[in-house]
């Protein structure tokens, strides 16, 4: 009973304590209680207070794919090495782990990813972490955590510390019934894998946070992206990455996509650039949470010949997956994206010409093209 009495003058002294200018009392009772996820409608959300010339400090969730590592290189060279913090829940090579911060981070631990936004001071959060369409159709209920649950732990932290939250989506968004060529913005959208399922789940998501409690949500929707500096990750339109690996390596390239299947695609710098302007728009520029971006689309047999065009010895294949020849059918033949080029300047630098001789000078082609001539 003494120790009772004790706590009981301890609270007492807490609530009857005058205000101070640390915030409101209710938003410290929030962060105490049984569930710390649980976000009001009428919540005060509070980001580090930086001045307009101070960088963001931002967390990148699977930053060990291609495009968080090549994301994290340009925000580092932007905002500095210190203030761009790569995550992932594998080991990162040598060469990424010395180049800046990385942090060992599982989306599905709700804890450790809202200690890590707290001990950082995160003001930008970039979601990276997904399964790709053909590993989540091959492993439905992992991509289903992955993708919805570890998404739902991001929302509910980014809302909780004001944060400005980036969720690329795809055009595995869109499904049979979505209009292919072109396909805007705002369309019927019944995707027909989890990833495409996730992926509006997250879309819709973010609008409801960013409409409901004022979560500075922002989203692109990717086309197929082409890097050279990483492997295939399971997507369907991988092909159009692995063709140039085969073309330097063996000379002999397989598709698994029809010749003639026809998707919207882009370089990578483009996508990063695109991520960084969009991210940096003014708030009040911006009169949707998602756009389409597009750059080129083109077939797998558009590609080979002008791969054929620098390296003629290409011997081409098709052994047709069902599985990515399902999805691909069912996906966009190009984007409509007149809206990111009104409301915040996007163009893209890359055309099909430009991204195939840049893929080959990277790959290393440069003696198989002079013993080739």
Not at 168 to 186: M, V
Request: proline share 6%.
């Amino acid at each position: 009973m003494p120790v009772v009495r004790t706590v009981s003058k301890v609270v007492q002294q807490v609530l009857l304590a005058p205000a101070c200018s640390c915030g409101p009392l209710s938003l410290s009772v929030r962060s105490i209680s049984f569930s710390p996820r649980q976000v009001t409608s009428d919540a005060s959300f509070h980001s580090v207070s930086f001045s307009e010339t101070d960088h963001p400090r931002v967390l990148i969730t699977g930053g060990l794919g291609q495009l968080g590592v090549g994301l994290a290189k340009l925000l580092r060279k932007r905002f500095g090495k210190n203030n761009v913090i790569l995550s992932d829940i594998r080991k990162p090579p040598d060469h990424v782990f010395r180049s800046g911060p990385f942090i060992y981070s599982d989306i599905l631990d709700y804890k450790n990813l809202r200690e890590i936004v707290v001990n950082n001071r995160i003001t930008w959060l970039v979601h990276y972490s997904a399964l790709l369409s053909a590993v989540g159709e091959a492993n439905v209920t992992l991509a289903r955590n992955v993708n919805i649950t570890g998404l739902h732990n991001i929302l509910d932290i980014s809302a909780e510390h004001g944060l400005r939250l980036f969720v690329p989506s795809t055009i595995g968004a869109f499904g049979p019934t979505s209009p292919r060529n072109p396909t805007p913005d705002l369309c019927i959208q019944r995707p027909r894998t989890i990833y495409g399922v996730s992926k509006v789940h997250a879309e819709l998501m973010g609008e409801y946070y960013h409409h409901r409690n004022g979560l500075d949500f922002r989203c692109l929707r990717y086309p197929g992206i082409i890097s050279a500096d990483s492997q295939p990750g399971g997507g369907t339109t991988d092909y159009a990455v692995q063709i140039f690996h085969d073309a330097v390596k063996t000379g002999k390239f397989v598709c698994n996509l029809k010749p003639d299947t026809r998707l919207p695609m882009m370089f990578i710098d483009d996508c990063l650039r695109a991520t960084l302007e969009v991210m940096e728009a003014p708030a009040e520029a911006l009169s949707m949470r998602t756009y389409n971006i597009n750059a080129m689309s083109f077939t797998p047999e558009e590609l080979a010949r002008e791969v054929q065009k620098q390296l003629p010895d290409l011997q081409v294949t098709y052994e047709i997956d069902p599985v990515r020849q399902a999805i691909a059918d069912s996906w966009p033949m190009s984007f409509e994206d007149s809206n990111a080029r009104k409301d915040w300047g996007w163009k893209h630098e890359y055309d099909l010409p430009e991204l195939i001789q840049t893929m080959l000078n990277f790959i290393g082609s440069d003696s198989r093209i002079a013993h080739a001539n």
